[in-house]
């Protein structure tokens, strides 16, 4: 008795490629009715079911299937009256492929493609893409979308029945983990220098995050032979980004999802959307006292508003961040952090990506804060420290000037010189930044005059005006904070889970996600509505730089 299985699945190919051949009239039209009637068969089998004569129910399928087609074709509605109930739709079927255990079979097959080949067979297969569809967000002609889809369906058809291992997504769809930290980084830029642009290590750390793995389990997870694997392990273990556990080893920081931080986005926006103008008042109330400060006055307009853009992110992200940090029972005092390899005393902190994923729609991008950074040098122009502090937010992308970089010092020496006219000292500026001359006048941190001579737009203050512009933040966000206590803290009522096995973490950054976005969330809508930067031909970096005379 013939009996349809796993294994035995792709020998009806041949039979039913002559039935689809014999309906559509053309080979290409008909590898795709068969190609998709086989995938329906596999979830079938994979739900348990099982048919009496395998060759009938498989007509049927994929008689199905040429209905489908032809409703496609001329987008006409099609009844068909041999539709097999246990039949899947089209979605449950990328869906079940997904999660079964052929579908371990199916990523190896899809790891040996060159990425033009992978590319429409994951689009089509694994995500349910049109043909035309495919072709257009890819710009190549239908054609040739249906020529490499037949080319990688024969690799993968060769590939199918080989020995596998448990081959994940990440190992034909990487996926993207960007790294963050709070704290003092190391000599060498550590923990940003462990992970870098490297995919694989990026994807390493995303598979180790949910449970501890083998290494083995982990390079057969990725795709990657053992042996070119395990160097890389041992050295995020040696980072600490890693940790070992027996014979396997698991990523040791918090990893943030999309989905993490979509649980929380809707409730900040209501929130944002209901009080922003009681919020503002406040808000306006601190900017009137900055505006008569004395060191204020004495900056150029520009770098007026740069202190303004300052006092308005600190403030904002101060008052929310006050009411966090009492749900989470407090900060930890950076006494406390974890001291790390080569003098870092830091806690990572990943955020993870899909390989498609569009930066530029996202729904939660215009509202991240990336937190204030400052960094400084020494004994540079009779000086005895100077410090740059920037926040990175879509009202300015501060950070982006400094990317290619080695560090925030050849900034700092250069704003330095042009601020104090020193031509001698400019002349000793590192060619990383003279090379981004343009790119800090377009950010506003440098103008030229008529003269075409630069001129230093930062606001430049004292430590001892620092304070007193801390003092004043901190004075106007501890009233938001009182006003807005409870309406802030119903946000941290259901805090992030993380996997027990994570350790190295701080407790606010389970209700970092709850909150994160609020400020800036409040901040955009009060200049949406044109009480915040109204008439403004642009919003101004929030940065300053920080003079110790020696």
Same mark, same amino acid.
């Given at each position: 008795?013939?009996?349809?299985?796993?294994?035995?699945?792709?020998?009806?190919?041949?039979?039913?490629?002559?039935?689809?051949?014999?309906?559509?009239?053309?080979?290409?039209?008909?590898?795709?009715?068969?190609?998709?009637?086989?995938?329906?068969?596999?979830? #079938?089998?994979?739900?348990?079911?099982?048919?009496?004569?395998?060759?009938?129910?498989?007509?049927?399928?994929?008689? =199905?299937?040429?209905?489908?087609?032809? *409703? =496609?074709?001329?987008?006409?509605?099609?009844?068909?009256?041999?539709?097999?109930?246990? $039949?899947?739709?089209?979605?449950?079927?990328?869906?079940?492929?997904?999660?079964? $255990?052929?579908? /371990?079979?199916?990523?190896?097959?899809?790891?040996?493609?060159?990425?033009?080949?992978?590319?429409?067979?994951? =689009?089509?297969?694994?995500?349910?893409?049109?043909?035309?569809?495919?072709?257009?967000?890819?710009?190549?002609?239908?054609?040739?979308?249906?020529? *490499?889809?037949?080319?990688?369906?024969?690799?993968?058809?060769?590939?199918?029945?080989?020995?596998?291992?448990?081959?994940?997504? $990440?190992?034909?769809?990487?996926?993207?983990?960007?790294?963050?930290?709070?704290?003092?980084?190391?000599?060498?830029?550590?923990?940003?220098?462990?992970?870098?642009?490297?995919?694989?290590?990026?994807?390493?750390?995303?598979?180790?995050?949910?449970?501890?793995?083998?290494?083995?389990?982990?390079?057969?997870?990725?795709?990657?032979?053992?042996?070119?694997? &395990?160097?890389?392990?041992?050295?995020?273990?040696? !980072? /600490?980004?890693?940790?070992?556990?027996?014979?396997?080893?698991?990523?040791?920081?918090?990893?943030?999802?999309?989905?993490?931080?979509?649980?929380?986005?809707?409730?900040?926006?209501?929130?944002?959307?209901?009080?922003? *103008? /009681?919020? @503002?008042?406040?808000?306006?109330?601190?900017?009137?006292?900055?505006?008569?400060?004395?060191?204020?006055?004495?900056?150029?307009?520009?770098?007026? $508003?740069?202190?303004?853009?300052?006092?308005?992110?600190?403030?904002?992200?101060?008052?929310?961040?006050?009411?966090?940090?009492?749900?989470?029972? !407090?900060?930890?005092? #950076?006494?406390?952090?974890?001291?790390?390899?080569? !003098?870092?005393? @830091?806690?990572?902190?990943?955020?993870?990506?899909?390989?498609?994923?569009?930066?530029?729609?996202?729904?939660?991008?215009?509202?991240?804060?990336?937190?204030?950074?400052?960094?400084?040098?020494?004994?540079?122009?009779?000086?005895?420290?100077?410090?740059?502090?920037?926040?990175?937010?879509?009202?300015?992308?501060?950070?982006?000037?400094?990317?290619?970089?080695?560090?925030?010092?050849?900034?700092?020496?250069?704003?330095?010189?042009?601020?104090?006219?020193?031509?001698?000292?400019?002349?000793?500026?590192?060619?990383?930044?003279?090379?981004?001359?343009?790119? #800090?006048?377009?950010?506003? #941190?440098?103008? =030229?005059?008529?003269?075409? *001579?630069?001129?230093?737009?930062?606001?430049?203050?004292?430590?001892?005006?620092?304070?007193?512009?801390?003092?004043?933040?901190?004075?106007?966000?501890?009233?938001?904070?009182?006003?807005?206590?409870?309406?802030?803290?119903?946000?941290?009522?259901?805090?992030?889970?993380?996997?027990?096995?994570?350790?190295?973490?701080?407790?606010?950054?389970?209700?970092?996600?709850?909150?994160?976005?609020?400020?800036?969330?409040?901040?955009?809508?009060?200049?949406?509505?044109?009480?915040?930067?109204? !008439?403004? &031909?642009?919003?101004?970096?929030?940065?300053?730089?920080?003079?110790?005379?020696?």
């Amino acid at each position: 008795m013939d009996v349809m299985n796993k294994n035995n699945l792709w020998s009806y190919a041949d039979y039913l490629l002559k039935i689809a051949v014999y309906k559509t009239g053309n080979i290409v039209d008909a590898e795709d009715i068969v190609q998709e009637t086989l995938l329906a068969a596999l979830t #079938f089998l994979e739900k348990g079911g099982s048919a009496e004569n395998p060759k009938a129910w498989l007509a049927s399928v994929l008689n =199905r299937k040429y209905y489908d087609h032809l *409703r =496609r074709k001329y987008r006409k509605p099609t009844v068909c009256i041999d539709v097999i109930s246990e $039949q899947a739709e089209d979605n449950e079927i990328f869906e079940e492929i997904e999660r079964s $255990q052929e579908a /371990e079979n199916i990523r190896r097959c899809l790891a040996m493609l060159t990425e033009n080949y992978r590319e429409v067979v994951v =689009r089509h297969y694994m995500k349910g893409q049109k043909l035309s569809d495919i072709a257009k967000e890819l710009d190549i002609p239908l054609s040739t979308v249906k020529s *490499r889809l037949y080319a990688g369906r024969g690799i993968m058809e060769k590939e199918f029945e080989m020995n596998n291992n448990s081959y994940a997504k $990440q190992s034909y769809e990487p996926e993207t983990l960007w790294i963050g930290c709070t704290g003092q980084t190391g000599l060498n830029g550590e923990p940003y220098s462990l992970v870098g642009n490297d995919k694989i290590k990026m994807n390493l750390l995303i598979l180790a995050y949910e449970k501890p793995l083998t290494v083995p389990e982990l390079a057969g997870a990725i795709g990657i032979p053992t042996a070119y694997v &395990e160097p890389i392990v041992n050295e995020l273990v040696k !980072g /600490e980004l890693m940790r070992r556990i027996s014979d396997k080893v698991y990523t040791d920081f918090v990893i943030f999802s999309e989905k993490d931080k979509m649980e929380y986005f809707d409730a900040q926006k209501k929130i944002a959307e209901k009080n922003y *103008r /009681e919020i @503002w008042k406040i808000v306006d109330k601190g900017l009137a006292e900055l505006r008569e400060q004395n060191y204020y006055k004495s900056q150029r307009r520009s770098a007026q $508003q740069k202190l303004e853009s300052h006092f308005v992110i600190r403030t904002m992200e101060q008052a929310v961040n006050s009411v966090r940090n009492e749900a989470c029972g !407090g900060l930890e005092p #950076f006494s406390e952090y974890a001291e790390r390899p080569n !003098g870092g005393k @830091w806690y990572a902190i990943g955020n993870r990506y899909s390989k498609d994923y569009d930066y530029d729609r996202s729904y939660h991008v215009p509202y991240g804060i990336n937190g204030e950074w400052g960094s400084g040098i020494s004994d540079f122009l009779n000086t005895k420290y100077i410090s740059l502090n920037d926040y990175d937010t879509s009202l300015c992308y501060a950070h982006s000037l400094f990317e290619g970089m080695p560090s925030k010092e050849p900034a700092v020496k250069m704003l330095y010189s042009v601020y104090t006219d020193n031509k001698d000292a400019f002349s000793a500026v590192d060619k990383c930044c003279i090379d981004k001359i343009d790119k #800090f006048i377009d950010m506003g #941190f440098l103008s =030229r005059n008529d003269e075409g *001579r630069l001129i230093c737009e930062v606001p430049v203050i004292t430590p001892a005006e620092r304070e007193r512009h801390y003092e004043l933040c901190g004075k106007f966000a501890e009233e938001i904070a009182d006003k807005f206590h409870d309406i802030f803290m119903s946000l941290m009522e259901k805090p992030l889970e993380i996997p027990s096995h994570v350790k190295s973490y701080l407790n606010w950054m389970r209700y970092d996600k709850c909150c994160c976005y609020l400020p800036m969330m409040i901040v955009l809508k009060a200049k949406e509505e044109g009480i915040y930067l109204n !008439g403004a &031909e642009k919003a101004e970096a929030a940065v300053y730089m920080c003079v110790e005379q020696g």
